[in-house]
């Protein structure tokens, strides 16, 4: 992920949409019809009787752009609600990571060990490789996977990143 520059600012933006067809469409059609980054994007029902998803976009701007993609993103019909978690406040963000290491030869054990002090879970094993699911922030997840680079990493899959609100606030 890029690092935002001193006039940008990174921001998480959870997007209450209505679950039909489209919906996603139109709100990546916003960020690239205005030549807006996305540098995460989650998506999932939450509320299946409600017939209600969620979009979880991280964008890099100025305040001004970041202000904008909000107002911008309100406008959208089938959006419910749009809630700046940056902006809100305190809220704990989370990414998973499935991680697949070589696993074969000296770097098999070592890969274990890295695994282990990173928290990291060995979701399958063969004699040529691992895949680790690891959960933590994106700086967490970005250094767990440079430590397995030496060891024979072979690809990755990441989530992005997903946020909530602490305490009792709602989006």
Do not use: C, W
């Amino acid at each position: 992920m890029n690092a935002p520059s001193p006039a940008t600012q990174r921001h998480v933006f959870s997007v209450l949409v209505n679950d039909e067809p489209g919906v996603l469409a139109r709100v990546i059609g916003l960020f690239s019809g205005r030549g807006y980054n996305i540098e995460s994007l989650a998506v999932a029902i939450v509320d299946a009787e409600r017939s209600l998803s969620r979009i979880t976009v991280v964008s890099i701007g100025t305040p001004q752009i970041l202000e904008q993609i909000e107002a911008q993103l309100n406008r959208i019909v089938p959006v419910r609600k749009v809630v700046d978690l940056t902006r809100q406040g305190a809220t704990v963000e989370r990414e998973m990571a499935l991680v697949k290491v070589n696993g074969s030869g000296a770097s098999r054990m070592e890969a274990l060990k890295v695994a282990e002090a990173a928290h990291a879970k060995a979701k399958d094993a063969s004699p040529e490789a691992f895949i680790f699911e690891i959960t933590g922030t994106a700086g967490e997840i970005d250094n767990f996977i440079n430590l397995m680079k030496p060891l024979g990493l072979i690809e990755t899959v990441r989530s992005g990143v997903l946020g909530l609100a602490r305490g009792n606030k709602t989006v």
